[in-house]
């Protein structure tokens, strides 16, 4: 009969010890999250729909898979440079096999996912529209949007990760913005290659990188607007269903 809220653990860390309650036991975890839920006023926690949590269970699989291999490869260079006796070399590239294969079966049950799924295959095809975003980024960012109902494109944004936060303090105290890097990394890195892309294949967001750093933006700092960029193309997208409008983002931009 209670009704669930999903909280940053950080947050109610760091809300308890602006409390005063250093301790970090059951008893005062329990009095931090009683006054916590009773100050932030929460909203309702809603569970993703069942078809977006598996296709995100799949992803995050994938992922780590993929991670495992990249170790697996490296471990393999580094026993061929080392000279390494044959046996732990065989053993390398079995397991790199039976990763390859998992892999492999990992991304059919995917592919399988969004043909049992028309809705979730349409929306990944309408974010695939934008130059720049990819198949991969594309079940990524579509993981994102429908995973929680967001009410616009910087919230979604800010879950991401990519929100500027600012340390300025009078006129001593002024340090560079940075992106907030909260939320998913694995996501965030997604987006960088795709914003990397982007700069390559989309007319819009490469005008508006340009224009960043002909104002005195870092390349980076440029490059991480465009990747908060990509996150508000693809929610417009993805709330309207319709694809990516090369003149309307040129607008925009």
Request: proline letters at 6%; glycine letters at 4%.
């Amino acid at each position: 009969g209670c009704t669930p809220c999903v909280a940053n653990p950080k947050r109610v860390r760091d809300f308890a010890k602006a409390m005063g309650l250093l301790n970090k036991t059951d008893r005062a975890d329990a009095r931090a999250l009683c006054l916590f839920g009773d100050r932030a006023k929460l909203p309702a926690w809603t569970p993703p729909p069942p078809e977006v949590a598996m296709l995100r269970a799949l992803i995050n699989r994938l992922s780590v898979l993929e991670n495992e291999l990249g170790r697996e490869t490296n471990r393999r260079e580094k026993a061929q440079a080392g000279r390494m006796a044959a046996p732990v070399i065989e053993s390398i590239d079995r397991c790199i096999a039976s990763l390859n294969d998992e892999i492999e079966r990992i991304k059919d049950q995917i592919d399988d996912h969004f043909d049992q799924h028309p809705d979730l295959k349409r929306d990944k095809a309408l974010l695939a529209s934008i130059p720049g975003i990819g198949q991969t980024s594309a079940r990524h960012l579509l993981c994102l949007l429908a995973d929680r109902d967001f009410t616009s494109a910087r919230a979604a944004a800010a879950f991401a990760g990519l929100a500027v936060v600012h340390f300025e303090s009078g006129s001593s105290v002024r340090a560079r913005p940075h992106l907030s890097k909260q939320g998913s990394s694995k996501l965030r890195a997604v987006l960088y290659m795709a914003a990397v892309a982007s700069l390559r294949h989309n007319r819009a967001l490469k005008m508006f990188y340009e224009r960043l750093r002909q104002r005195g933006k870092p390349a980076l700092s440029a490059l991480g607007a465009v990747m908060r960029k990509l996150v508000h193309i693809a929610f417009d997208v993805f709330k309207h269903k319709t694809p990516y409008d090369p003149a309307l983002a040129a607008q925009n931009a």
